[in-house]
């Protein structure tokens, strides 16, 4: 008898604006609500990591598998090799041990978010597997048969593509990965792809070349594109992307980007990557409308996506060390890495030392706080310093052996908010 599944999935899907576009979506329904759906997503492994673009997909796939529903998590040791057309230039083309690399560095970032056993275990599954032994001739004469020229030279990508050229390479892709979910159906039964809004096409060239291959019907749906108040890509930040790896990322790092969220979108991002109940997120927005400077929301939704995807534990010492920094915490107490990791996401400086040690005054003019040593010993002398949280208001006082964290480090603070970081070197 098959496993019971949870007939509101989509509804809570939509609720949670986690629905951009699906195929019909009453034939959608009532096929997540008949039984336990094998579905799949997939990932190209373009970079060592995958990163905060890909963590709704991983977060939706968790969510369909709680609801009794089993994943495929694709790692496209095929399609990575290709890469999927961008809008504007070619992509480059990454050496095939390097992107084997990859795809055992994503493969084990996806494990960390399904169930790899019970009723609705998740599988992996590579595309080279299936592809690696097909010749050309095959390929083309079961495969490509089904693609009309007019159809793909229509894809946004292909248009936009079409004046300053586009390879034969990244124009088959979405061959590639319409066979994926061919591929997928034959070997497990999938009869659902899930992915980005952007992915739509590939997505549902892959359905119809189910129907036209082996004459069944599947079903497709595709989340929103995730944006920030005026409309632009929820993305980078200044430093760059942010990754899920916690070596590119450190789990500080990741805490504070999500900790930054803008006020009039971090109740849609904790609907879309919270698993907080609807009716508990209302009440955290309207927590942060009543006291915005207690930023409520925000840290709910810093600490739910750091937890998911870096452990409580890392989740916790994120925490505290976001409010050690600003001197309600204990700095002493922090690990190495955590403060090490924090201080890095502020204006730091590293000095070497010899005999003697530097002054605070020279510490705050070198890290930015001050813009010349006579500014440095006013603030020193109003007592807007602290040294690790400390006060500090001698203008000659100079740092101490006792004053180094983990016998290194040092938090410089300038009133409330101004904080930078030094590390000695000897």
Known sequence: MPSPVDGRLLDDLEARGLVAVSTDRDALQAHLSAGPTTFYCGFDPTAPSLHHGNLLQLVTMRRLQQAGHSP??????????????????ERNLNPADVVAGWVERVAEQVTRFLDLEGPAAAVMVNNLDWTADVGVLEFL????????????????????RLDSGISYTEFSYVLLQSMD???????????????????????????????RADGDRVHALATPLVTKADGTKFGKTESGTVWLDAELTSPYAFYQFWLNAEDA??????????????????????????????????????????????????AAAAEQAAVALFGRGDLGSLPEPTLRAALRETPHVEVDVGLTMPSIAHLLLA????????????????????????????????????????????????????????????
């Open 181 to 211: 979910f061919l591929e997928l159906h034959r070997r497990y039964g999938c009869t659902l792809q899930i992915g980005g809004s952007d992915q739509w096409g590939n997505i549902t060239a892959g359905v119809e070349l189910v129907r």
């Open 72 to 89: 495929l998590a694709l790692v496209g040791g095929s399609t990575g090799l290709i890469g999927d057309p961008k809008l504007t230039g």
């Open 141 to 160: 004469r079961d495969i490509g048969k089904h693609f009309p020229v007019n159809r793909m030279l229509d894809r946004e990508t292909v248009r936009a």
């Open 265 to 314: 979108r971090v109740g849609h991002y904790l609907q879309l990557f919270s698993f907080r109940p609807l009716g508990e997120i209302e009440e955290l927005e309207a927590e942060g409308r009543a006291q915005p400077a207690g930023r409520a929301p925000q840290r709910a939704l810093a600490h739910d996506v750091t937890t998911l995807v870096h452990g409580s534990a890392d």
């Open 367 to 426: 890290t930015g706080l001050a813009d010349s040593r006579s500014a440095a010993r006013r603030t020193i002398t109003d007592g807007g310093a602290y040294v690790n949280n400390e006060r500090v208001t001698d203008p000659e006082a100079t740092l101490t052996e006792r004053q180094l964290l983990h016998r290194r480090w040092v938090v410089l603070r300038r009133g409330k908010r101004n904080v930078a970081g030094v590390e000695i070197r000897r």
